[in-house]
């Protein structure tokens, strides 16, 4: 579900729109939009036009099946290449999402649906719909509207940025730039992507009967028995002793007054060690740089509970202990209405510090699945970033996940855009796409710029770069026997 969370990044509640899951209006001019009407002619489900506004449980089901869709349909496009009379072939596909800019919305829906020249089943596999899903006509029209929503608020390429050198220059010049990263800057290091099928850590969840890492990450879970965590935790503990050559690269942008923010996703705290800024450093789903008390919400290094990790046991908040001990062991709830009421927020608090001693457990500030995300991310991103930012560069990490994922359709358009991860990410319309290990792209950049990465397992290959399927798409890769030095763009 988490793909196309579309969040309104514009709102000045961002923290209840994360929650929500709010669609992002059309920046194009949501008035503008036809109203997506059966014709006459089409009978079946008209009625239920009418009840499309409603609360009921059939709306939400409605609702959740147009989401589900339109994410599944955004990274894995519908496509039939031997098309029937009931779906276009890619190419045809992306010749009507040109018509849709070049017509707008309006003159769009006349020239296609209201002229009869094609049905909204056909019309849809356009935007990477299936045309044969068990739902009526009158959702192909709502998921139509959507469709064309997406695709005008989607960002287009920009055509004068497409090679290698281009990436290098973009660098040399760029004064603000906003780094995206994710789990692929760390693999390097063993640290696994939790959400990742292929690890220790998942095959564990399963052994002890969780069906995925969001379980294990729910914050009502672990409330409930922080246990399953503690007996975990220890194969996601960070290392906290070295850094990747990406964070280094990151730490040199840095170094030459070029960095503006790290949006990070990943929770492992490595950019610490690598010397990132603070201030520069937005870690959107928390990290274990801190640890905080559930009950008496005490703050401390991340580090304080390492060891209750290690030995997989559940860490316990050292400043409840303490109150704890100094309290008489007799306390009546009659006898302390006041302190009550003065000091306490909820019932479990006060059940915790007044009639049953129970320590607060502590949890790493890793956000939870059922947490707020940062606030900080939505204020660095709408208060400072979105007028700044010169250059965004984007790696290891599919931009699936929001909110990150929407910081490229947030951004002014002609802000470039360079993509770096081991395989492409077709749903968003990067300048310049460098494949490879990002360790060795970051290697290629910063030898082309003349800069210094000072990292000592800096790849000491030559690389090359041979050109992708699609324009401004390259991979990077070392120069092995087999590859003859073809032309390096
Ligand atoms: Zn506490």
Redesign the pocket.
Known sequence: MMGDNLVDLTSSQPEKQLESVARVQDPVNSATLPQLVEPDDLEDDTDDLEDSESESDDSDIFESALTDELERAEFEPYTDDDPGPISYTPAEGKDIRDKLRRLGPNRFIEQTITSGVVGVRKLVTAFGVRPDLPYGTRWYYQILGQCIQRELRRRQKLTEYNTVDDAVSLLQKSKNIMVITGAGISTSLGIPDFRSKNTGFYSKLLARGFDSPEDVFDIGNFDEDPTHFYELAHDILPVTDRCSPTHAFIKLLQDKQKLLTNYTQNIDNIEEYAGIDPERLIQCHGSWATAS?R??H?EVKGDAIFEDVRQHKVSL?K??LDIIEKQPRKRKRTSNGKSKSRSSHSDSEDDGRYDVPQ??VMKPNITFFGEKLPSRFFDRLTEHDVAMVDLIVVIGTSMKVAPVSEIPNFVDEKVPQIYISREPADHINFDITLLGYCDDVVAELAKRAGWRIKHTNLTEEPLTATPGPKTGQWNIAPLTPATLPASND
């Open positions: 008390c009950k008496c005490t908040c400043t409840c320590p607060g």
